[in-house]
């Protein structure tokens, strides 16, 4: 089993529709250029879309480790810039029905890992389901991605006061995602903590303004990540910088006393000090 600290950001926004998946792949591989060992988890487990986005060919999924049929090791598939992607299932209504022991289950499998793992993106499916929930409560750090329409500011909110009120997480990321410019982008983090500082006991953190960015959609349609198509493209330039803060947060001391993933590696140093 891999030893060594793996950080874990869950990305995640409420609503569809959002561009996380987009977010959360081409971060993956901004970071995979910066030298990290990234794996993007699939976590919407009824509509996959990770490997459909990028045109990769999948022949085992989740469904095949939740099933005995595969440890997790077995499903990973390869994408751009060497991150590596654990692909879900899509049109299967049994995998949005999981109970939440099924979950922890997954999230305990993380720990018997053989693939060496810098960074874990959990790409988190739309809403407020059991499954969103769990997926980003069992991570370090969750990364919710905004776009400036009121239903995504109130799907966010409601998020954030589920995981605040019920799930002990304290702390969100804020990505202002299709903004047509930087204040728009400040505008629409005003308007969230304005509801938020009013309502729940949280900390927000603006940590990127992505720009509405017409490649993003050129190179969707042909099933490519956008800064591999347009690295220089302004979305592009705003996912790096995203890169090179997130690979700069920290990592936690020790385990924070529920269920995470890697929770094994969070345990370990905590037991070596106490033989020093």
């Known amino acids: 089993m891999n030893k060594q600290m793996v950080k874990v950001i869950s990305i995640t926004g409420g609503k569809g529709g959002v561009g996380k998946t987009n977010v959360s792949l081409n971060l993956a591989m901004s970071m995979a250029q910066l030298g990290k060992r990234v794996l993007v988890l699939d ?33 990973i598939i390869d994408g751009p810039f060497g991150i590596k992607i654990i692909p879900a299932t899509s049109g299967s209504q049994s995998m949005t029905e999981l109970a939440p022991a099924e979950h922890a289950g997954l999230i305990r499998a993380f720990s018997e890992l053989k693939t060496p793992v810098d960074v874990l993106l959990v790409d988190t499916a739309a809403g407020i389901s059991d499954m969103v929930l769990s997926f980003s409560r069992a991570s370090q750090d969750v990364m919710v991605v905004v776009c400036d329409e009121p239903s995504s500011i109130t ?3 409601a998020l954030m006061k589920i995981l605040s009120r019920d799930h002990g997480v304290e702390k969100f990321k804020i990505v202002a995602n299709m903004v047509r410019s930087l204040k728009e982008g400040q505008e629409l983090f005003a308007k969230l ?19 509405y960015d017409e490649n993003v959609r050129k190179a969707a349609r042909k099933q490519k990540a956008f800064i591999e198509l347009f690295p220089k493209t302004p979305a592009s330039m705003a996912i790096k910088g995203l890169a090179l803060k997130a690979v700069k947060w920290p990592l936690p001391v020790v385990a924070s006393g529920h269920l995470e993933f890697f929770l094994e590696q969070l345990l370990q140093p905590k037991a070596d000090r106490g033989g020093v």
């Open 193 to 211: 903590t304005r509801v938020t500082d009013r309502f729940l006991d949280v900390s927000l953190e603006l940590v990127a303004t992505i720009p």
């Open 155 to 157: 799907d966010a909110y």
């Open 43 to 75: 976590a919407d487990l009824g509509l996959a879309n990770c490997d459909v986005m990028l045109g990769l060919r999948v022949e085992k999924n989740l469904s095949h480790v939740l099933a005995g049929e595969a440890e997790l090791d077995e499903v």
